[in-house]
T-cell receptor
Framework: DSGVTQTPKHLITATGQRVTLRCSPR?????VYWYQQSLDQGLQFLIQ???????AKGNILERFSAQQFPDLHSELNLSSLELGDSALYFC??????????????FGPGTRLLVL | AQTVTQSQPEMSVQEAETVTLSCTYD???????LFWYKQPPSRQMILVIR??????QNATENRFSVNFQKAAKSFSLKISDSQLGDTAMYFC????????????FGKGTHLIIQP
C-alpha cells in the first residue's frame, strides 16, 4: 500500500459524458501527478500540482482539467468523453516536486471505460 | 523532450536465474533521475529502484541493482535470484532534476518468471 488513495476504482460511462476522478496523496506530500495508461499511448504524464498550484503540464487534452484543493487532495475532470479516453488513470504523489525530483508513489488507479 | 526506450517487449527466465532488463534514454539535461517501476497483474505501480544521475555509484535494493552508464545513456535493471513474484511489467522512467515535470516512461518489458 503506497498511501495514495484513488476513487472510484472503476467507472463506466457513455460517450459525451463528464466524470471526476479523485486522489488523496500520502500524508505530508505536497505534489500530485496524474497519469494515463492506455494500450495505444502507454503511460503518459498529464499534469502536476504542487501545494494547490499547477506546476507542469504534459499531454493533457483540453477536455481534461484538474485541481488541487487546500487539503491537498486532487481531482481530475474528464469531459466530452470519447471511446479513446478509456484507460487506467493513476495519481501519484511526492514530498516535494519543486526544485528536486522526489520519488513518486502511485495510487491503485481508476479504470475508466467509455461505452 | 526526453525519450525512454525499452527494446525488450517480453522476456522469460527460469526461477532463481538472473535477468537483465535494458533501458536507454535520450536527454540534453545533466541533472535528472531514473527509475524502475514494476506493474504486476494487479496493475499497481510499485517503485523498484531509483538512481540520481549525479551519483556514479549504481543503486541497489536487495535483489535488484542497476547498471547506470551516463555517457551511454543506459540504465539497465538486474534482478538476481528471480522469484515467481517478480513476474510483472517493468517500466523504466526518466524525470528532470528540477522536479517540475512528470515521469517519462518507456513502453515496458513484460517479464515472466517460469517455475
Amino acid at each position: 500500500d503506497s498511501g495514495v488513495t484513488q476513487t472510484p476504482k472503476h467507472l463506466i460511462t457513455a460517450t459525451g459524458q463528464r466524470v471526476t476522478l479523485r486522489c488523496s496523496p500520502r500524508s505530508g506530500d505536497l505534489s500530485v501527478y496524474w497519469y494515463q495508461q492506455s494500450l495505444d499511448q502507454g503511460l503518459q504524464f498529464l499534469i502536476q500540482y504542487y501545494n494547490g498550484e499547477e506546476r507542469a503540464k504534459g499531454n493533457i487534452l483540453e477536455r481534461f482539467s484538474a485541481q488541487q484543493f487546500p487539503d491537498l487532495h486532487s481531482e481530475l475532470n474528464l469531459s466530452s468523453l470519447e471511446l479513446g479516453d478509456s484507460a487506467l488513470y493513476f495519481c501519484a504523489s511526492s514530498v516535494e516536486g519543486r526544485g528536486r525530483a522526489e520519488t513518486q508513489y502511485f495510487g491503485p488507479g481508476t479504470r475508466l471505460l467509455v461505452l | 523532450a526526453q525519450t525512454v526506450t525499452q527494446s525488450q517487449p517480453e522476456m522469460s527466465v527460469q526461477e532463481a536465474e538472473t535477468v537483465t532488463l535494458s533501458c536507454t534514454y535520450d536527454t540534453s539535461e545533466n541533472n535528472y533521475y531514473l527509475f524502475w517501476y514494476k506493474q504486476p497483474p494487479s496493475r499497481q505501480m510499485i517503485l523498484v529502484i531509483r538512481q540520481e544521475a549525479y551519483k556514479q555509484q549504481n543503486a541497489t535494493e536487495n535483489r535488484f541493482s542497476v547498471n547506470f552508464q551516463k555517457a551511454a545513456k543506459s540504465f539497465s535493471l538486474k534482478i538476481s535470484d528471480s522469484q515467481l513474484g517478480d513476474t510483472a511489467m517493468y517500466f523504466c522512467a526518466f524525470q528532470s532534476g528540477g522536479g517540475a515535470d512528470g515521469l517519462t516512461f518507456g513502453k515496458g518489458t513484460h517479464l515472466i518468471i517460469q517455475p
